[in-house]
């Protein structure tokens, strides 16, 4: 059974830092483009950023785009999001998800399986 479990949530103040890791276990990670997408209440789960099974591709919405940085460690089955500049927009649950593909996705219909979630809350 395939399990992701992400951490490194939390609180910081706007114009902070935080890193989010991504756990991966009972799939072949290194088969698996992953990527993280965010809901904030009220709103529908966005797309975030994604990486290719070997890493050598990556995509970023434009809201996140030259502040988020997506790296894996395929060895540790690890995926991370290195959030800088953070600002109260930012505020959401962060999702882990995988694809069962060397190609990246930017639609959450495109994985296959998901993370629960770590808060990351952003104050003013």
């Known amino acids: 059974q395939a399990q992701l479990v992400e951490s490194g949530g939390g609180l910081v103040q706007s114009g902070g830092s935080l890193r989010l890791s991504c756990e991966a276990s009972?799939?072949?990670?290194?088969?698996?483009?992953m990527g993280w997408f965010r809901q904030a209440p009220g709103k529908e789960r966005e797309f975030v950023a994604a990486?290719?099974?070997?890493?050598?591709?990556?995509a970023y919405a434009d809201s996140v785009k030259g502040r988020f940085t997506i790296s894996r460690d395929n060895a540790k089955n690890t995926v991370f999001l290195q959030m800088y500049s953070l600002k109260p927009g930012d505020t959401a649950v962060y999702y882990c998800a995988a694809r069962n593909s060397p190609l990246i996705a930017m639609r959450y219909r495109d994985f296959n399986y998901w993370g629960q979630g770590t808060q990351v809350t952003v104050s003013t």
């Open positions: 990486i290719s099974r070997g890493g050598y591709n990556t």
């Open positions: 009972g799939l072949t990670f290194s088969s698996y483009a």
